[in-house]
């Protein structure tokens, strides 16, 4: 039986009292009881569900040189999630039953973040034959994606799709259209010209959105757009909302925050896939975020090694590690723009009803898992102390408001500052 806890002097969002929550067995007691088991002062921080991470990629099996669960899920606990959502393009890719089996297993011992494998969509995420789909449902997998592989075969994606809706599963997709995108390292447009690299153009996100939107419309199947990060793809998903398409879309911060002006200085660090794109593109996703059109924010977590990528621009693999700060990064930045309601609904309800899972409370009789945030603070980033493998990150020493100061998972303390 899990202990009984007590958090003293913490405040709801968007509430100056300071107020108590009992935790009894793993759930939410209530509020402003008689202290039980364990107490723990809050420090005025603010209370709230515990952030959902839908798009991570922890890496293992096979590449834990760049990142492992142990170290993923610490991380993510210390950016205050608590459930997160690995892809599957690992080596080998989790494609296999017994490989989601045995992942769930090892994370549940481990104490940190909650692990809530997705599964490849297709064998060895090759987009040629489906994978087995049922067995990887009934195995934990919650998703199925081909994420970091683009489905080229419209006829694969579709066949996908309908054996998904029939398992009343979600489909991720990575929507870039391979051919447009060609060998392009950055956003295609002035600066790139300016710099001499080949563009990825905005049209091959829009196209391959475009496509994708078509065939969820022809299957009525739930698809979910990743990483968005052009203004005319959220257009084109507005569109099909408006006309009750089944699709949702989730915004990466680093799409929000940063633009393709930072590449002028050649840094590899600022590659990531879809690329950075115009202050304009970013302008509009906010504005997505802003009247509902985005549903949830999501890190795509991709750890490399240092030495990886301390590549040229040409070279080093795409992806940016930060799920350790995502929420103070979106809080110091767009708080006052966004406020705190809508800013926790994007990290906590937002994915939960994506997935079709319960939307996290604050209530009587739901699942402890919570995290306080310490929103007046102002913390320098020191990637060295970062829990994540991955110890470099383009806000290093920038000073960010809303950090995590204490992470529960089923009333358990997996994070504690």
């Not at 398409?245 to 989730?250: G, I, Y």
Request: charged share 25%.
């Amino acid at each position: 039986m899990k202990q009984n806890l007590t958090l003293t002097n913490i405040r709801r969002p968007n509430s100056a009292k300071s107020e108590t929550l009992t935790i009894e067995n793993g759930l939410i007691k209530g509020w402003n009881l008689p202290s039980e088991g364990e107490t723990i002062d809050g420090n005025g921080a603010t209370v709230a569900p515990a952030l959902l991470e839908l798009h991570a990629h922890l890496r293992e099996p096979g590449q834990e040189v760049k990142e492992d669960l142990a170290s993923g899920l610490a991380a993510a606990a210390a950016g205050g999630y608590g459930t997160v959502v690995c892809m599957p393009n690992t080596s080998p890719v989790i494609d296999d039953p017994a490989l989601v089996r045995s992942l769930i297993q090892k994370a549940n011992g481990l104490g940190f973040a909650r692990l809530r494998p997705s599964a490849a969509l297709t064998k060895g995420q090759a987009g040629k034959q489906l994978a087995e789909l049922s067995l990887l449902k009934e195995a934990g997998a919650c998703m199925f994606t081909d994420d970091g592989r683009t489905n080229e075969d419209a006829r694969v994606l579709r066949l996908g799709l309908e054996y998904a809706h029939s398992l009343g599963m979600v489909v991720s997709v990575h929507a870039e259209d391979a051919s447009l995108r060609a060998d392009g390292v950055m956003n295609e447009g002035p600066v790139s010209e300016a710099l001499g690299l080949p563009g990825n153009p905005a049209a091959a996100e829009a196209a391959r959105v475009a496509r994708d939107l078509e065939i969820a419309a022809l299957t009525g199947a739930r698809l979910h757009i990743q990483h968005l990060s052009t203004a005319r793809a959220l257009d084109l998903v507005r569109e099909a909302k408006s006309r009750g398409v089944p699709v949702t879309c989730e915004v990466c911060p680093h799409h929000l925050t940063l633009t393709d002006e930072a590449l002028r200085g050649f840094d590899p660090i600022y590659k990531v896939a879809p690329p950075l794109r115009t202050q304009a593109d970013a302008d509009h996703l906010l504005q997505g975020l802003l009247d509902g059109s985005v549903d949830c924010l999501a890190t795509d977590h991709a750890p490399h090694t240092r030495a990886e990528k301390e590549q040229d621009l040409l070279h080093a693999p795409s992806g940016i590690a930060y799920i350790e700060l995502a929420f103070p990064l979106m809080y110091t930045r767009f708080g006052e723009t966004l406020g705190l309601e809508k800013l926790l609904d994007l990290f906590t309800a937002g994915p939960a009803r994506v997935m079709g899972w319960t939307v996290p409370t604050l209530e009587a009789g739901q699942p402890a898992d919570l995290v306080l945030l310490d929103l007046e603070t102002a913390r320098k980033v020191e990637p060295q102390s970062f829990k994540s493998k991955a110890k470099f990150t383009p806000w290093a020493g920038e000073e960010l408001r809303g950090w995590p100061t204490l992470t529960l998972v089923g009333g358990e303390v997996a994070y504690r500052r």
